[in-house]
């Protein structure tokens, strides 16, 4: 089967670096996804790996180590608008598996 | 705005009845997918069309439909509705098939209550 686990919950002050962990279990692997999705809207992407190592797009961060199943989201400078869901998705043969959700909350 | 459209925005109905929702994907996007989102929780996967061809399947209940037309369109139809169904109906488009599932452009969805 394909799992996916994620911490539901992290909090963070304005200014601070958060990192969302995700481990997973998947038959069949491409890469690994990570959407944000504000309350009351859709799921936007943010980033993509495919490969092991880190991709940075400008404050947000995204790594991956396929031998460990593992990856995580790197938030860094945090500010307010950046409380939101944040979901890692599973590229796998057929379909993009999603996880259940980290809620970041940032603090002033 | 991720270019996806899909109408209705809300909608009420009781148990028993049928809906249909719709999607229109980005211009030039061939591949449609349908997600349901319940309270608090994550995206399950129902149901993904490539080019008017089904592609893959998740956890689609029988009572539950869809299919793309020949202008890309997709419609997703549930029927004898249960209180349980009561969700937000994602549709997501992507360039093309399975290997640029990776990066989809969500609609604002459909929610969708049943009394």
């Known amino acids: 089967g394909q799992s996916l686990e994620q911490p539901s919950e992290v909090t963070a002050v304005e200014g601070a670096i958060v990192q969302i962990n995700c481990t997973y279990q998947?038959?069949?692997?491409?890469?690994l996804s990570w959407y944000q999705q504000h309350d009351g809207g859709a799921p936007t992407f943010l980033s993509y790996n495919a490969l092991d190592g880190l991709e940075e797009t400008g404050r947000f961060s995204s790594f991956l180590s396929r031998s460990d199943s593992y990856g995580y989201l790197l938030l860094q400078e945090l500010q307010m608008k950046d409380s939101a869901s944040y979901f890692c998705?599973?590229?796998?043969?057929?379909?993009?598996?999603f996880g259940t959700g980290t809620r970041l909350q940032v603090f002033p | 705005d991720s270019g996806v459209t899909q109408t209705p925005k809300h909608l009420i109905t009781a148990t028993g009845q049928r809906v249909t929702l719709r999607c229109s994907p980005r211009s030039g996007d061939l591949s449609v997918y349908w997600y349901q989102q319940s309270l608090d929780q994550g995206l399950q996967f129902l149901i993904q069309y490539y080019n008017g061809e089904e592609r893959a399947k998740g956890n689609i209940l029988e009572r539950f439909s869809a299919q793309q037309f020949p202008d890309l369109h997709s419609e997703l139809n549930l029927s004898s509705l249960e209180l349980g169904d009561s969700a937000l109906y994602f549709c997501a488009s992507s360039v093309g098939g399975s290997e640029s599932s990776y990066e989809q452009y969500f609609g604002p969805g459909t929610r969708l209550t049943v009394t």
């Open positions: 998705a599973v590229q796998g043969t057929d379909k993009l598996i």
């Open positions: 998947t038959s069949g692997f491409y890469g």
